[in-house]
């Protein structure tokens, strides 16, 4: 087993909370393509993309109280392997109405990672370090958006959409040979929680109580709606409208996940310096002036691939300050259900950015307006859910060396 503070157990808890990214990311330049060998609309395949999001969503409410009672590896080892069979289910489907099955089994086993790997974090490093530590997970996790699309689209040209979900299958295969043999139980046993549903939902009406609970994941969640919005109309708008080839567009994407991964770097090299709240100030800031940039070219009629791109660029470093930051405010003042308050964490954050996506997808036009609306909103929004709430009661924790608040 591998030592719960050591660098490889981040890096291990890093490699399963990619796993949403790869699920979502690494199919996008397959999805025209998709579309024309199922038959389906481009609203259709839109739509396995906001399922999976939606299922996600469901299945956190139930996987992180689960957590709290029997702990974190147990519940992981039964989500990887419902996300494994659901891989084989979406190679495999014959039409779109089988693949957004397959989606959203895959997205109900897929929760489990991304849920529990930031609950094991706080387990691990208390609330002082835990912001730190998820920035620096961060930026290892932002290899997997940044290879994805590259490697979905390798695929697609060689393979077929098909092998997409093959190698996702052999991915949770990975995973599941990892969390059965190396990674370490990170709840300990007079720690665990009731699973009744009483209990769980004291729980969530106490964290839905903490007015910086709610601020932080507002903040997060319409920061997360904008990225989700570029998943949702990207490919379509690049791809069918602007003329990006697919293996282009996967190098766009990269450029992307580069901006994300310098605000991960940045999140983690400044987070005991300027402290969570003025990093957040900053933070919403970009997402704000990145989004409303890329909504003003749109609406000027300045459609080009950088008018996308670059605002998106701006936006992605603000939102890899604001991913880490505003899931360590939620977390920090919850260590006794650190499973639950991560659910409902996630579960805000997916909800909104689901139903942004199928808004995305279902006022498509043609263009990158409602793509480019939608990502501007959301900057704007996440300013103001952390002026308005987060900002407003400071839960920063010291950070004094040396010393962790449980």
């Known amino acids: 087993m591998l030592r719960p503070t050591s660098a490889a157990t981040v890096a291990v808890l890093a490699a399963l909370t990619a796993l949403g990214p ?14 024309e060998a199922l038959g389906a609309s481009p609203e259709r395949i839109q739509l396995t993309l906001s399922l999976y999001m939606a299922g996600f969503a469901l299945a956190q409410l139930i996987c992180g109280p689960v957590s709290d009672r029997f702990g974190r ?12 069979v659901a891989s084989l289910l979406c190679a495999l489907a014959p039409s779109t ?10 997205a109900l086993g897929g929760a ?4 529990l790997a930031r609950a094991a974090v706080r387990d691990i490093h208390g609330p002082v370090e835990a912001g730190r530590v998820l920035s620096y997970m961060g930026s290892v996790m932002a290899l997997a958006p940044a290879l994805a699309p590259v490697i979905g689209a390798g695929l697609l040209a060689v393979f077929g959409w098909e092998a997409i979900f093959w190698l996702l299958a052999i991915y949770a295969v990975l995973m599941l040979a990892i969390l059965a043999w190396w990674l370490p139980e990170s709840l300990p046993a007079e720690q665990r929680q009731s699973i009744a549903p009483g209990a769980i939902l004291a729980n969530y009406r106490m964290l839905l109580g ?13 920061a997360f709606a904008g990225m989700f919005a570029f998943l949702s ?16 567009y996967g190098v766009l994407f990269t450029l992307i996940v580069g901006g994300f991964f310098t605000g991960s770097m940045l999140s983690g090299r400044y987070s005991r310096r300027l402290g969570r709240d003025r990093l957040l100030s900053r933070a919403t800031l970009l997402c704000a002036l990145g989004g ?9 009629g300045v459609h080009t691939t950088w008018a996308i791109i670059l605002p998106h660029i701006v936006y992605m470093i603000g939102f890899g300050i604001v991913m880490p930051q505003s899931m360590a405010g939620a977390l920090a003042p919850n260590p006794q259900c650190a499973g639950s308050a991560s659910s409902l964490f996630g579960f805000l954050q997916m909800t909104i950015a689901a139903l ?3 808004m995305v997808g279902q006022f498509h036009d043609g263009t990158s307006h409602t793509m480019a609306l939608a990502i501007g909103l959301s900057g704007v929004l996440a300013l103001a859910a952390y002026v308005c709430l987060a900002r407003s009661r400071r839960t920063d924790v010291p950070a004094v060396a040396g010393t962790q608040t449980r």
Do not use: C, H, K
């Open 112 to 115: 489990a990672g991304p849920v």
């Open 97 to 106: 109405e089988w693949l957004l099955l397959g989606r959203f089994l895959q």
């Open 356 to 358: 942004g996506g199928a």
């Open 73 to 84: 590896r147990p519940v992981m080892i039964a989500g990887f392997g419902l996300f494994l």
């Open 233 to 248: 109309g990207s490919s379509f708008v690049l791809i069918e409208y602007l003329g990006v080839s697919p293996g282009l």
């Open 210 to 222: 903490q007015r910086a609970f709610v601020g932080y994941t507002l903040t997060n969640a319409a």
């Open 292 to 300: 409303v940039v890329m909504a003003a070219l749109a609406l000027l």
């Open 22 to 35: 790869l699920a979502t990311d690494m199919y996008l330049p397959a999805m025209p393509a998709m579309a």
